[in-house]
Each structure stands twice: as structure tokens, then as C-alpha cells.
């Protein structure tokens, strides 16, 4: 596609209940990161995909955050046992090359936890 | 521990004028700088980088300068549009590709 694809653009989740959200990049493109964006803060990393090997995953906050990239495309991000501190906008970026700087961002996913 | 600060969280400049982002650092391991620029319900939109051996990158309108003995960027806008009108974040890369985001500014151009 034409830019980076993330769904749903916004989720409502019960506190306790698992979501999982997806991030289709832009076609070709090796790098793949997650940022988490929590209200009137900037993106915080979460974690860094070249085609499907997770090269970083420092930034995921416990080990209730998970996500894979099973074939170098799209990416999902999931969350199990959703606590309301999850609540944030999840944003996925793009890029061709290896650790080239000028990443596409999706429009992020809104996720809410009540 | 914030790596990345913008201490401004909004700033207003009349259309025409020239319009300054500020933005201080920690680390001087990074090894580039970027501005991205981000309306509501968008992604973030990069907009210019400088690499951390320079001191200026021009590009039409924005202008990125460093400043590395005080770990300080700023980001001209000249002249100001209404369009301009957006958050803008102040970001720096550190080796491994991923990128250590700023708290935002609020940018507001005035007609």
C-alpha cells in the first residue's frame, strides 16, 4: 500500500481482556518499530523488527506486551490482561533500509482500557 | 530519566514571522537528530534530520541547527504558515535504529 496501515484505529477494551493490533507496512520495507504514545507525552519505543527477527524488544513495559512479525510483512503487537495504564495511542513505523532514519509512521491505534 | 527534552509545550508566532523549536539532549552517543511534525489523528511525518557531525541542514522553509557542547537542536521555521500549525517533536537516534522522542510542542501560527 501507499503508507503504513494500522487496525483498528481505535479499540475499547475491559480491563483484564487481551487485544491484539495490527500494522501492515509499507510493501518491501525491511524495518519495522512500535512506539507506544501515552496522552500529551512523545512516542516511547517499544519494540524494532528486521523482516521477521525481533531485534529489539527493551522497550516493551512487562511481559504482558508480545509481538511478531512471523514473515518479514505485517506485524502484530498484543497485550494480554489489559490494565488501564495500557490506555495510549500504539504507533507502527516503516522503513526501506536498515536503521535509516526517515521512518513512515501509521496513524496509530487509540487504545483505551475502562 | 528523559534523554530527549523540549521544554516549550507550545509556542505562538504570527503568519510571516520565524517560528523556533527548541530542544535539549543527554546522551551524545546519538548519531542523527530528526523533527517530525504531527497533526491529531495522524502519524508523526518526518520532516528534516541533521547527523550528529554536522551543525546545519537546510531544507526550504526548515533549517535544523546543532549545537553538540550544549546538546541542543532548534528547528526554524521561516517564514511561518498557517499550516504549520501542529506538534512538533524533537528526536534522536541511537545506533541500534530505534528513536528517543521529545515531549512535544505545540505550534500555533497565527493569521
Known amino acids: 500500500g501507499a503508507g503504513v496501515s494500522q487496525s483498528p484505529r481505535y479499540k475499547v477494551a475491559k480491563r483484564g481482556q487481551d487485544v491484539a493490533l495490527r500494522c501492515d507496512p509499507i510493501s518491501g520495507h525491511v524495518s519495522l518499530f512500535w512506539y507506544q504514545q501515552a496522552l500529551g507525552q512523545g512516542p516511547e519505543f517499544l519494540t524494532y523488527f528486521q523482516n521477521e527477527a525481533q531485534l529489539d524488544k527493551s522497550g516493551l513495559p512487562s511481559d504482558r506486551f508480545f509481538a511478531e512479525r512471523p514473515e518479514g510483512s505485517v506485524s502484530t503487537l498484543k497485550i494480554q490482561r489489559t490494565q488501564q495504564e495500557d490506555s495510549a495511542v500504539y504507533l507502527c513505523a516503516s522503513s526501506a533500509e536498515e536503521l535509516n532514519y526517515g521512518y513512515t509512521f501509521g496513524s496509530g491505534t487509540r487504545l483505551t482500557v475502562v | 530519566d528523559q534523554q530527549v527534552k523540549q521544554n516549550s509545550p507550545s509556542l505562538s508566532v504570527q503568519e510571516g514571522r520565524i517560528s523556533i523549536l527548541n530542544c535539549d539532549y543527554t546522551n551524545s552517543m546519538f548519531d542523527y537528530f530528526l523533527w517530525y511534525k504531527k497533526y491529531p489523528a495522524e502519524g508523526p511525518t518526518f520532516l528534516i534530520s541533521?547527523?550528529?557531525?554536522?551543525d546545519k541542514n537546510e531544507d526550504g522553509r526548515f533549517t535544523v541547527f546543532l549545537n553538540k557542547s550544549a546538546k541542543h537542536l532548534s528547528l526554524h521555521i521561516v517564514p511561518s504558515q498557517p499550516g504549520d500549525s501542529a506538534v512538533y517533536f524533537c528526536?534522536?537516534?541511537?545506533?541500534?535504529?530505534?528513536?528517543?522522542f521529545g515531549q512535544g510542542t505545540t505550534l500555533q501560527v497565527k493569521p
Open positions: 541533521i547527523s550528529s557531525i554536522k
Open positions: 528526536a534522536a537516534k541511537v545506533n541500534t535504529g530505534k528513536l528517543i
